[in-house]
DNA sequence: AACAACATGTAAGCAGTTACATGATTTA
DNA sequence: TAAATCATGTAACTGCTTACATGTTGTT
């Protein structure tokens, strides 16, 4: 049960809506935690109930009225507790690595067109990585940032996510040689 | 609900138990599948029922009996569906992550603790990719293996792991010194 | 006129985790 | 003699996903 941490984390900037928070974690936040909207929802109705967060409605006319959470001093308190407790290693789950591992039994043009779908989508989230850093650091350049720039938390996540996602990418173009160029000459061992 | 096909793909170099799977889920599949025990007994069961694996009795004399999977034409057939359909984005979970997210707000030291504990698992799995790499590639050397070598599925998922260690290793390293050097000024803007 | 963005939820079902349960053999 | 390895499960719980439900304002 840790989505509940990660939503903490997510909202020591400011308050925010369900909604925002919903935004965050299908950008910045999806690099180590993915959420969907409803999930939210119910997450922050029940850390509300637990006292660890603080909800207050906001009228809008423009627009439907939304709830502005933040953290309170029992929800900073429960993050404190978090961080010092021992975690599990990290778990990943990704089809198009199963489907990867499978590929001596399964049509290699699939796997191709998915791996290069996949790059696609590395590329444009490294994209997306860049400007997050570049917003987060401001006039700073990097090295300044990293000494004495506030938040630096979410940077440094960012930061893995960019190494991650570069990662990824190259893999799938190197995946996608390999099946290519035994596509060609089907002569295995 | 793909553990299912991680298992088929697990089977695809020939029978295992629900031990030796085990196993295999927690050294090279657990890079972008991890499943405990209790789950692979419960989805072999499942998959044998469904007639996509086949399974029979090894009795042993100084070792419990044991009974071995192997993948049916069904099976097979399954996987080919499943490799041929779009799927979802990977999901990423890291408690890790979500601490580090937090750092502005939480004890730096706990911190650079556990970044530093998971640079080293970090750094073990890396030596274990290698060993996995040079098994499977034998005699070949890498150029040979991935353009004419048998099974180059694992041999790809792996070399991903790998990848994603190193960094893993280089970003803990960073954040490391990222953390300590502000802990000693803390001047933040 | 259609679609994206804003805004918040409920209900049912499925997948994954934790705790429990057992017991022989080999290695340190 | 203690621990690791071999070997397989059940039961209860919790967390995540899918489907459903509603309605306005701004943009193309």
Redesign the pocket.
């Known amino acids: 049960?840790?989505?509940?941490h990660a939503v903490l984390a997510a909202l020591l900037d400011g308050e925010h809506?369900?909604?925002?928070?919903?935004?965050a974690f299908d950008v910045g936040m999806a690099n180590f935690?993915?959420?969907?909207?409803?999930?939210l929802?119910?997450?922050?109705?029940?850390l509300e109930r637990e006292g660890l967060l603080a909800?207050r409605?906001?009228v809008?006319?423009?627009?439907?009225?939304?709830?502005?959470f933040s953290v309170t001093d029992a929800g900073l308190a429960e993050l404190h507790r978090f961080a010092a407790a021992p975690s599990?290693p990290s778990?990943i789950?990704d089809d198009l690595m199963v489907k990867v591992a499978a590929a001596d039994s399964v049509d290699a043009a699939a796997l191709i067109e998915q791996l290069e779908e996949r790059a696609g989508i590395a590329a444009a989230k490294i994209e997306l990585f860049e400007q997050l850093l570049r917003k987060m650091r401001g006039d700073l350049d990097e090295a300044e940032f990293l000494a004495r720039g506030a938040r630096i938390g979410p940077y440094l996540t960012c930061l893995r996510g960019r190494r991650f996602e570069r990662e990824n990418l190259d893999w799938c173009n190197e995946a996608v040689s390999v099946l290519r160029a035994r596509e060609g000459s089907d002569a295995q061992l």
């Open positions: 049960m840790a989505l509940r809506s369900g909604y925002q928070l919903a935004k935690w993915h959420a969907l909207p409803q999930q929802y119910a997450e922050l109705a029940k909800g409605e906001v809008q006319e423009s627009r439907p009225n939304k709830r502005l599990k778990s789950r």
